[in-house]
């Protein structure tokens, strides 16, 4: 019979591992955590920060903060953040087709607070760990705005 359990949790613990994080162990939510349990970040405000920017995707999101924070080499090629959660920031589409936890729900034109896209770079994000993750530093408020805006504005590829 012990034969049997063991086999039965070391079969059972490889299959569960599937379901887990796409990027790494969830972490601990900071003290005064701001996100709350549907995943959806409190205090976030579906809102443009700066009505008079309209926030270019080529030159703002994917030659600005893909850049800075060196997103593109994890999710492109043969990145670990690529082959751990298919997320693929090379192009516009291949952003727009999420990961695989995420999928469509990476990017939700007007909703920045829904969007795991934003999520991910907040506190506590839904799922794994908050990025970048391969940084020293996590995105400043200022980009934090820029991303958000470009969402809320639609999320254009322009």
Known sequence: MRPIMIAFVL??????????????????????????????????????????????????????????????????GGGDGKSESKLDLATYATLRQGGGRSGAAIVINGMPCESILYQKTTAQPPFGRRMPRETSSYLTSADAHLLNDWIFEGAHEN
């Open 11 to 76: 079969a059972s613990s490889a299959c569960l591992k599937a379901f887990g994080p796409d990027v790494g162990p969830q972490e601990a939510p900071p003290a005064g955590s701001t996100v709350d349990a549907g995943s959806t970040v409190t205090g976030c405000a579906d809102l443009d920060s700066d009505k008079a920017h309209d926030v270019s995707f080529t030159t703002d999101i994917m030659n600005g903060i893909f850049a800075r924070y060196r997103c593109k080499n994890c999710h492109t």
